[in-house]
């Protein structure tokens, strides 16, 4: 577990979550969801208490990726207050607005709507005790970043990057928002994705598609750690599209995985 911060949340949500750990990346496509859902079930897989909220609420991918997408969340009541059931699935409680919403609908929503809406994906879900929270935010830096550091105490992000330089010039400012005074995350590190591709006809080639050490440098540049690189393969975009998720399988990619949530878990 790691220290809160006296600049976050004053009286926190989710008192009963012991770690909140969110996932954040400069750009869209670069995998944050890939990687905070095979984060979450690496997690469950130690045994541990584990949610998983899709913040990504303009581009919802959690339905897909853990392969719910035609679950309805069920309604409580107790007392005044209606809970949200979270969805379970490989371990994992999880809620997201696309079980919400029509998967064709378009997400036109005003700033104050989307961050209600966490808000109350925050409050007024079931989630009971966990050890950890997996939060999947949007990519960039936006109004919901805001509100979910305003509404809990974040124990840290994980900045997932490809290695490119565009990726990395937008990494860099969701990077520098964590560790702004007023905001202060703690960064628990960088995770360079797609970082390189290995055919399997050439096991001992690694071809660096998006650059070499892109992610590294940039952790080094911010003096953060340096959480590991994932390879572009073919089998995590099918888990992904499958919603199987890739750590699952037991494969050299499930290592990847396995191994950042060991890390974040320190
Ligand atoms: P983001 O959440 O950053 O928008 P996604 O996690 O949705 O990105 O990933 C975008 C696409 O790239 C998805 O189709 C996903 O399966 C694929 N993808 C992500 N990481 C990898 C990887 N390491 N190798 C192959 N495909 C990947």
């Given amino acids: ?7 976050q949340a004053a009286t926190p949500l989710l008192p009963q979550v012991k770690n909140i750990i969110a996932v954040a990346s400069g750009k869209g496509g670069v995998g944050k969801s890939t ?14 208490k584990v949610g998983f909220l899709d913040a990504d609420i303009y581009g919802p991918s959690a339905p897909t990726m853990f392969n719910c997408e035609h679950e309805q969340p069920g309604m409580e009541k107790e007392g005044e207050k209606t809970w ?19 998967p064709d609908s378009p997400m036109i929503w005003r700033g104050p709507m989307a961050t209600s809406a966490i808000r109350q994906f925050l409050g007024d879900t ?5 050890d950890y929270m997996v939060v999947d935010l949007p990519p960039g830096t ?20 490809t290695p490119q330089k565009v990726a990395i010039m937008d990494a860099q400012k969701g990077l520098a928002m964590f560790q ?23 096991p001992e080639n690694k071809y660096y598609i998006f650059g070499k050490d892109g992610g590294k440098e940039m952790a080094e540049r911010f003096k953060v750690p340096f959480l ?10 099918e888990s992904g599209d499958n919603g199987y998720p890739a750590v699952l399988k037991d494969s050299i990619t499930s290592e990847a995985f396995d191994q950042l949530a060991k890390e974040v878990a320190r």
């Fill in 228 to 237: 590991g690189e994932i390879p572009i393969v073919q089998e995590i975009r």
């Fill in 180 to 202: 702004q005074p007023q905001i202060n995350v703690p960064v628990l590190g960088m995770i360079e994705n797609m970082a390189y591709f290995t055919p399997k006809e050439l």
């Fill in 35 to 48: 990687v905070s859902t095979n984060l979450a079930v690496a997690l469950a897989r130690t045994g541990a």
């Fill in 84 to 102: 949200i059931i979270p969805i379970e699935q490989y371990g994992v409680k999880i809620m997201s607005i696309g079980f919400l919403t029509p």
């Fill in 126 to 130: 079931k989630w009971g005790e966990l």
């Fill in 1 to 7: 577990t790691h220290d809160v911060t006296a600049a």
């Fill in 142 to 161: 936006s109004d919901i970043h805001l509100s979910l550091i305003q509404n809990v105490a974040v124990t840290g992000a994980v900045v997932v990057t």
